[in-house]
């Protein structure tokens, strides 16, 4: 109830926190959306533009504010959101929603590539107005190397400056447009729905336009995804001057565009033509800051999905850091490589912002049709009254769908390039589900009871060297009263290890998101103990330090003695050497797979083979860890067919 009333409460920091973190996409939509409407080929046309100003504003209501704003944002994960957090709240209830999840997932990363450059480079594009000869590719990359290269020493104290720049900037855009309505108010026409009806139904190819109509909107997701953030009540509030702001910049363009009726486009950039021509080096500058800032956006929330999928079993366990104490503060290294890598590509690759628009928004519309696939069956599962579940599915697959046939008219024009991105990600995380259930389905578990009696005598055993006081290993096993065959064959088989106490740590990843408990099932009384941790989703997994409390919980309750217990060192209480244990699978040559799931394995494999290892992923001191190689034999090969023959 607590978490609740935090998540709706309204503050003056809050609303300028969110100013700053979450309306950078869809506040800088504004540099080029109309631009890519009207076509800069294309004689413009009175009633095409007014069309389209009524689609932009009924999509920013339809799609913005109903489903996202007032719908989606009900949905918080203990005040977190996004599609990862929504699956996880509803995962339970089906298999198949996995796919949706890692289609939405990977469709978002992948527009976390395409959003950065063609931002920037719209904004940065404003300098041949001034200096019509200057090379733009050269500053575009040279801003998202040094946005990228910030990114290790976290965005705490930048974020401070976030929230006043996107004021400055929202304040501009209603400012801006305001003074062309003022001069033509016949603009304000375009409010009537009509005219986006007679656009996309009686213009000739009207609804292709949708594709470019859609990119008004493209940053809708990220309402939700920055939820835990900002808050939904700072959220709410925010929208409304937002949203008023990026209508009048609208409007004011519509009513620059009404002025040159019958002219050709060309060169000229409808946002920057309506500003006064000694604002207009103040105008690029704001508008350079405000989609970096957009772009930091995008970039945070690609760290913060990468991790939840990782907590998913939907990506390989890669390093992650935290710059900063703050909540949410997190960088992930080879993501932020790969992003910059990625961006760079497409600037080079399609040079300007108006050919970089063909390959966006065909990501982002995936991400929300799935989005409203999980957030039917959230309602679904959550008791609301059917005929709203049905009305909400429908009307949005509608909408979603008709953005999604207008945008694949894109793909041969440089949307194959998010899609290709897009399916890529989405690979890696279908192989890395598929081999954990691969390996979850066909790892032997044994009765840890079983195995008591022969614990106690080999920790008893003073023929056999002592290989630790507390002997730690990292288990799979959910059930407390199950551990994998594989510990038991590395305590007695591959090379006996005596211990005084053997400790058996599991951990549990939940779906709340900030989980941080334990439990303790003693299997035999200063002997042997497993311990459970429950992590939420976003809870970095620092086993060394949460296993050095739970143990000192131990003590204080005086449930266990880690006094060493060699006498020399007992009679001065010096506490007993910890030491680790984590099993490393590598697939067994003695394996008759399936072709699929060979190659699947085989996959996985290479690909964690440049992943963070085990020791490091749990957070263990690498000074006590030992690593321990185990076969994975999924399927032993049958029937040899050796024949011995006599000498």
Request: glycine residues 6%.
């Amino acid at each position: 109830m607590e978490d609740k009333k935090h998540l709706d409460t309204v503050t003056a920091a809050g609303l300028l926190v969110a100013m700053g973190i979450i309306y950078g996409d869809i506040g800088t939509s504004p540099l080029y959306t109309l631009r890519a409407i009207i076509g800069a080929q294309n004689v413009v046309r009175g009633d095409v533009v007014r069309g389209a100003l009524s689609c932009i504003i009924w999509t920013l209501t339809l799609q913005t504010t109903i489903k996202y704003v007032i719908l989606i944002l009900r949905a918080d994960n203990r005040g977190e959101g996004g599609i990862f957090a929504l699956y996880a709240l509803i995962r339970r209830h089906a298999r198949w929603l996995t796919v949706p999840a890692i289609i939405g997932g990977s469709a978002l990363l992948a527009d976390g590539i395409i959003t950065p450059p063609v931002s920037v480079s719209s904004a940065v594009e404003g300098l041949t107005l001034i200096y019509p000869n200057i090379e733009t590719v050269p500053i575009v990359i040279a801003i998202l190397t040094v946005l990228f290269l910030i990114q290790a020493f976290g965005t705490s104290v930048v974020g401070t400056a976030f929230g006043p720049i996107m004021l400055v900037w929202f304040l501009m855009l209603g400012t801006l447009g305001f003074a062309q309505i003022i001069h033509a108010p016949g603009v304000l026409a375009a409010l009537n729905p009509y005219y986006a009806w007679w656009l996309l139904t009686q213009y000739p190819d009207g609804f292709w336009l949708l594709g470019s109509v859609f990119l008004c909107t493209t940053g809708a997701e990220a309402l939700y995804s920055d939820m835990g953030h900002c808050g939904r009540g700072n959220i709410r509030v925010s929208w409304i001057f937002v949203k008023t702001c990026l209508i009048l910049n609208y409007l004011g363009q519509g009513a620059w565009l009404l002025s040159i009726e019958g002219q050709v486009l060309q060169t000229r950039i409808p946002f920057y033509e309506v500003m006064p021509s000694w604002f207009l080096t103040i105008g690029i500058v704001i508008a350079t800051a405000a989609t970096v800032i957009a772009s930091q956006a995008l970039i945070s929330g690609s760290f913060t999905l990468i991790s939840e999928a990782i907590r998913l079993n939907f990506w390989p366990k890669v390093r992650l850091r935290y710059p900063s104490v703050q909540k949410g503060q997190l960088y992930v290294p080879s993501v932020n490589l790969l992003l910059w890598a990625g961006c760079v590509g497409v600037v080079l690759y399609f040079r300007e912002s108006s050919n970089m628009e063909a390959a966006y928004g065909l990501a982002i519309t995936i991400t929300m049709l799935m989005t409203t696939l999980l957030m039917s069956y959230y309602l679904y599962t959550h008791k609301y009254q059917a005929w709203g579940v049905v009305l909400f599915l429908t009307v949005y697959l509608g909408i979603e769908g008709s953005f999604l046939v207008a945008n694949l008219i894109k793909f041969p024009h440089g949307g194959w390039v998010s899609v290709l991105i897009g399916a890529s990600i989405a690979s890696i995380m279908y192989i890395w589900l598929q081999a954990f259930q691969i390996k979850l389905r066909l790892t032997e578990y044994v009765r840890i009871d079983q195995y008591i009696q022969s614990i106690k005598e080999l920790s008893r055993d003073i023929s056999i060297p002592k290989y630790a006081t507390h002997l730690v290993f990292m288990s799979n096993a959910a059930r407390q009263s199950e551990i994998e065959s594989k510990i038991i064959y590395s305590i007695f088989q591959k090379r006996p290890k005596r211990a005084d106490i053997y400790w058996f740590v599991h951990v549990d990843t939940t779906d709340d998101p900030y989980t941080m408990e334990y439990k303790v099932n003693t299997i035999a009384p200063d002997d042997a103990y497993k311990v459970t941790f429950k992590l939420g989703f976003r809870v970095e997994q620092r086993i060394n330090l949460f296993f050095r409390k739970v143990i000192e919980d131990m003590v204080k309750n005086k449930e266990v003695d880690i006094t060493s217990r060699y006498e020399s060192l007992s009679r001065q209480n010096v506490i007993g050497d910890f030491r680790f244990v984590v099993l490393e699978k590598f697939l067994s040559f003695e394996n008759e797979l399936p072709t699929r799931e060979r190659f699947i394995m085989n996959l996985y494999f290479n690909i964690k083979s440049f992943t963070t290892s085990e020791d490091r992923w749990f957070g263990l001191d690498s000074s006590s860890v030992k690593i321990e190689k185990v076969p994975l034999v999924i399927r032993p090969v049958e029937n040899v067919k050796l024949k011995r023959i006599a000498t």
